[in-house]
């Protein structure tokens, strides 16, 4: 039987507020070359239908089912933030989302959505108008919505990713090779 779109989004926050709750609210993180830290998440209260409505006559922007589910859930939150030094990991609410992007002209009805250590996560409004699932994309903080990359992916198939991943820029893992990762890193 085939999977809802937006029931992944369910399966991975369901199962990352359960181990949280198992573990007093602190996760235990590896990260890359072996460093360890604890963790916390923490979450927004979520919006109902209406306020989806809203936002969407609101901005114009689409948002797509797995990420209604989402936002459902939780309207944003922040994610794997060490708890003596903070971090770098916000996935944004909607009136974050309206503030962020007031500023930008609009570009196929891109808007972002997350910021992951200066890497932005962008809908592109278009992209799911037009039928095609792997409408998520990312561009550095400072580059334009025209300089946006593919993901190849949808929001829950990312959202799961990056918790299976616990808050790696998993998207940037094809990049280094044994070849340069030594000059890279």
């Known amino acids: 039987m085939a999977q809802k779109e937006g029931s992944v989004v369910i399966q991975t926050l369901s199962s990352l507020k359960k181990r949280l709750n198992e573990n007093n609210n602190i996760l235990q993180i590896q990260e890359k070359e072996g460093y360890l830290y604890k963790a916390k998440c923490t979450f927004n209260s979520p919006v109902s ?29 922040r994610l794997f933030d060490d708890i003596n030094y903070g971090g770098e990991i916000e996935l944004y609410s909607l009136k974050q989302i309206i503030e962020l992007n007031k500023h930008y002209d609009q570009f196929e009805g891109c808007y972002d959505i997350a910021n992951i250590y200066q890497d932005n996560i962008v809908i592109k409004s278009e992209s799911y108008s037009q039928n095609k699932r792997n409408y998520l994309f990312w561009k550095s903080h400072i580059e334009s919505f025209e300089e946006v990359k593919p993901l190849e992916m949808n ?13 790696s820029k998993f998207w940037w893992w ?12």
């Open 49 to 77: 239908d209406e306020e989806i409505n809203i936002f969407e006559k609101q901005t114009g922007f689409i948002i797509p089912p797995d990420y209604k589910a989402f936002l459902k859930i939780t309207n944003g939150c």
């Open 155 to 167: 929001f829950e198939l990312w959202l799961d990713r990056f918790v299976v991943s616990q808050g």
């Open 174 to 185: 094809s990049i280094y090779t044994a070849e340069n990762y030594y000059k890279l890193s």
